[in-house]
């Protein structure tokens, strides 16, 4: 395990800024030295689960960041779940990373979901019970495990995967390269709305604490509240997907209340050349970014900001200490410029910013191939001058809202449902979110279902954005010679 760990830095930022304030959220503040307390207290209480992981299912909250920096100085790996996550969704998260705790923050919706768990599977809700586990908790005893952190992604197949961050990809990857590409210090006050689940949410948690700054946590990613915080708490960086941007764009929201921003990122999904110049346009004195990024490898490549309009269709350049190739979809030599499927190497993996491996059921599946370069499943080209531009997908996936949804995944939660014989889900494009999911169905014999109907069955099992905002019913699905689904006559 790498000596400098992300516990070891908060632990050197409380020591030398005390007093600061280090997160707010709905509920009030905390200085750095309160984080430091209320996080090694839970730490104690932590030590009864070393050798297993513990689930982090809570909103954007304070609690959120000193459950996360408790797993780090207790040496236990945290696992955040998506707090719009359906207890089918939790359940495999639970089982998968054989969590043994989860801490939660009590919310109507995440109440039920965990009454349905079952197993040895212990529940800790923000609120009296927290407070009594921190005043009640012995001393730290870290187990000198090198896991830091399970983040579940979307991938093709019909549940996600577990991808294992080690404490060198926290300290690395995730916090001290992206906070010196964006120069974060502590005069920065930065804004998280993205869900701290997600890798880019947790770039930015560790960005801003340790560096020494202000960090707002955000429950409500609406463009309206997030532009209300950007004004009230006068934050100096955040990021948002391209389909808020264009929300805040569309009604003309962006400007004046958000002049305090020294830093922007726009990414998550592809961006047009008129929405970078109309971000740019309200915001002249804002450094403008975009990023390729996965959970897998983290940050990997940057578009600065002399570049955001200039280059529209680029996601930027390799970051320092990775590496970009591609090749041929199906197999071949790699490139350093080309089109193809876009590869990601960084060292071994766990050492900087691409994760360890998989784990849980996934754990069987290559991570990299021999040679450390891991298969990101977008396709693009690479310049001459190393410039990346994402041109689609080559695996079955659906990128809307900034979220990852996995076709299988809702193709297989249709399946269920007695009016349903057959059923494909693919991609299509839309204006506001990039793509929206559509559910191609042939209905079963003798039974009556409505597009609303299979909508509802859908978010009862599975988060809210995974839902197919169109429904097409169809007499059969073409097919193959092979048998396998032609999606690709379904959209063309």
């Known amino acids: 395990m790498h000596p400098w760990t992300v516990a070891e ?155 294992a961050l080690s404490r060198a990809n926290q300290a690395f990857g995730t916090w001290l390269g992206p906070a010196t590409l964006l120069g974060l210090t502590p005069a920065d006050t930065v804004l998280i709305s993205t869900p701290l689940g997600h890798r880019v949410g947790q770039v930015r948690l560790l960005g801003g604490v340790l560096s020494g700054g202000r960090t707002v946590l955000s429950a409500d990613a609406r463009p309206a ?56 346009a309200a915001l002249p004195d804002t450094e403008l970014w975009t990023f390729f990024a996965s959970t897998e490898t983290g940050l990997a490549a940057a578009l600065p900001p002399a570049e955001f309009t200039s280059r529209p269709g680029s996601s930027g350049r390799a970051l320092p200490g ?50 450390g370069w891991f298969a990101t499943g977008d396709l693009g080209e690479l310049d001459a001058d190393g410039l990346l531009s994402i041109t689609g997908r080559s695996k079955d996936m659906i990128l809307s809202g900034g979220f990852n949804i996995a076709a299988a995944e809702v193709e297989e939660i249709l399946r269920r449902h007695p009016g349903v014989r057959d059923v494909a889900v693919t991609g299509e494009p839309d204006e506001r979110f990039g793509e929206q999911v559509v559910a191609w169905v042939v209905p079963a014999g003798g039974e009556r279902v409505t597009a609303e109907e299979l909508r509802s069955f859908t978010a009862e099992q599975a988060a809210a954005f995974k839902r197919p905002r169109t429904v097409r019913f169809v007499d059969a699905l073409p097919r193959t010679a092979t048998g396998k689904v032609a999606k690709w006559q379904l959209v063309r």
């Not at 299912?57 to 998506?82: D, H, I, M, S, T």
């Not at 047009?272 to 110049?277: A, F, I, K, S, Y």
């Open 9 to 163: 830095q908060l632990r050197w930022v409380a020591a030398r800024r005390p007093t600061d304030t280090a997160l707010v959220d709905d509920h009030g503040e905390s200085s750095f030295a309160e984080l430091y307390r209320r996080a090694s207290a839970l730490a104690g209480h932590l030590v009864p689960y070393a050798g297993g992981r513990v689930g982090l299912y809570l909103a954007n909250r304070r609690e959120w960041a000193e459950a996360f920096f408790a797993c780090q100085l207790a040496g236990v790996a945290a696992v955040p779940v998506n707090d719009r996550y359906q207890e089918r969704e939790v359940r495999h998260l639970v089982s998968d990373a054989d969590v043994r705790l989860v801490v939660t923050d009590g919310g109507a919706h995440r109440a039920d979901v965990l009454a349905g768990l079952t197993g040895d599977v212990d529940v800790l809700s923000a609120g009296p019970d927290y407070e009594r586990a921190l005043a009640d908790a012995g001393p730290v005893r870290p187990t000198g495990s090198d896991e830091s952190a399970v983040l579940y992604t979307s991938g093709t197949t019909a549940l996600p995967k577990g991808v």
């Open 225 to 280: 509240t997030l532009v209300d915080a950007v004004a009230r708490h006068r934050v100096t960086v955040t990021g948002m997907v391209p389909t808020i941007a264009r929300d805040l764009v569309g009604s003309g929201a962006i400007g004046d209340r958000m002049r305090s921003l020294r830093v922007l990122s726009v990414t998550g999904e592809a961006t047009t050349p008129e929405l970078r110049e109309a971000v740019a």
């Open 322 to 371: 990775v590496e970009l190739a591609v090749r041929d979809p199906g197999g071949g030599p790699r490139s350093r410029s080309g089109a193809g499927e876009v590869l990601v190497r960084s060292g071994a993996p766990g050492s900087y910013a691409v994760g360890a491996g998989y784990v849980g059921a996934a754990a069987s599946t290559p991570f990299t191939d021999p040679d």
